[in-house]
């Protein structure tokens, strides 16, 4: 089997430049050749949040940098509200837990996006509020939120924006500044085109007055020692360097494209995708769709997780399918990063093949 | 500058047939194609390791590992034992500190290793002691300590043997089970051969009937979700993909050779780099050489630092200089993982033609 099209939501494929940087021998970190790379990454990544705020960049998957986001600016016992839109929304409430946050969730419909008016009554109703936690796209769902209307909320009050733009940075237009988002956390993996091992956390000024205060305990993700060593363009712990490197590289493709351009093709490929999941007669699932990824409905009498298994292991097609309650439901496409128009067109022809062949095998 | 000689102790060279498949293609992780690189990258570390129990994979610093054995088996308050004898070993304390552990620290000459007599007395002067933590070889002096009677001396009491094998894993012998180390940390970018961005923490059976008691806050680093997705051969987060089926590759070239193998080239070529420091007339410095890294007093009136900066930044030859209140004084070269004598002659003979350069100046 020769094909290998990654249309999932992450890893997405990596450009053959950034694969060739990865295949490079290595060098050391602690040297002036890889402090100069992290110090243009480190700035021109500003560029991908659209922010003017410090990005820190982690060793470790997505969930480290959400810890991050929770544990540098909180104090035991403070109140976070979270949205509860679908498996990752339900993350912040667990890291919530585990630290001794008291959370509110506001539980929404699988497929829904939160009414920014519910986020609005619910600092309303509790004042004591620190942090708003919700996702750019939700991925699991593929629902992409109100993050700018919800920015305006949150910024009439004292608490904290966090956005866990984990998918959705660099498909979903996020403007990081512009729209009060205060702590915003990225991963490599997805729109940044790179292999996962990378997270990023963008802290605006309202967050860092919080940061001194915090009780929370932390070592590996401590922002102070980050902080620290960024004064020499550094990272307090050995970091991924190879990522680091072909960072730099992935960012010269997205910069050269220009963030507008990104957010214009991943929506415009997005629309497209879900104009050919209809034409199979598909449903498309989410009321809110994203840039980044994009779902529909399995059709009745077809097991789901079979058609994601048959597409991925006999055609070399791989999709995602459903996470908690829609697993085997759906189907997930993702049309950012590296993804172009004729992958989708080849993902959905196999899609098409693929479904007619479980459809006659059912019959 | 053709020369890309790394001979600082870690990141380390990686091989040929390990850059290739970090160079190839990515592909998804929640697949049976995945599951079956890790379970088969988890089971042979565990020879490297010379454990039979489980060894976690995690995507992060060596210092999150480190983080991990610290938090996943002790109660806020607990007392623990740190072994200091170099900056790593202050690692430790700094990770108990921001944690609420109460730490005895046994403070070691830079250069020393400790006597396990030590040990057992700090163990004997307080029995409330619930880990001893100490390098297998700390890296900052290039000093080995002696696991095997450290081991014999915790293991009379309920402490548990918390070691510090980032560096030292593959190169120093450490025979985890039959040297009673319950914990054991390591990562990926030295003598495995990987860029960094992987670490992994061994635990026992002893260690293990703590995790389930442990009140520290923690979610990322929480064995306990690790333990859940190792049933389906998962990972709890996004794992580092590339470096995971790396990994495969680089165990392949170990587990081939032998670690009998590993240990005595490694020993064998350590005595061989020191005997070479000393026919250029420098004094070496640890009173208890390491198999994974040797270290030298730089000569009277050359700065060490500026020796470092120039072999590496003129020469493309990068050793390491020292740390902490060795900076500037010594000079350390790696002899594990793909380092081979002819790296070590060409290392030396640009220290010396090096040394030769500035002490000309110097006149």
Redesign the interface.
Known sequence: MKR?L?L?P??T??PEEV??V????????R??QYRKIFANVSQRIKDVFLTQNTVYTF??????CM?AAMINFHNLGDEVLVVDAGKFGERFG??AD???LKKTVIKIEYGDAVPPAMIEEALKKNPKIKAVCVELCETSTAVVHDIKAIGAVVAKTDALLVVDAISGLGADRLETDNWNADLVIS?S?KALML???LAFLSVSEKARKRMADSN???????LKLYDKALKADDS????????VVALDKALDIILKEGMENVFARCSSLGDYTRGELKKLGLQVFSNAPSATVSAALVPEGIEGEKLVKVM??EKGV?LAGGQGHLKGKIVRIAHMGAIRKEHIDEGIAVLKETIEELTVNAK
Do not use: C, M, W
């Open positions: 290998n990654l999932a992450g890893p494929p990596v694969l060739h990865l295949g490079q021998p290595i060098f050391h970190h040297t002036p060793t470790g998957s997505g969930t480290s810890e667990d890291i585990a630290y001794g991963g993996q292999p996962p091992g929370l305990p932390k070592f590996y993700l401590d307090p712990f050995t970091p991924a360097i190879t990522l991925r292991d791989t």
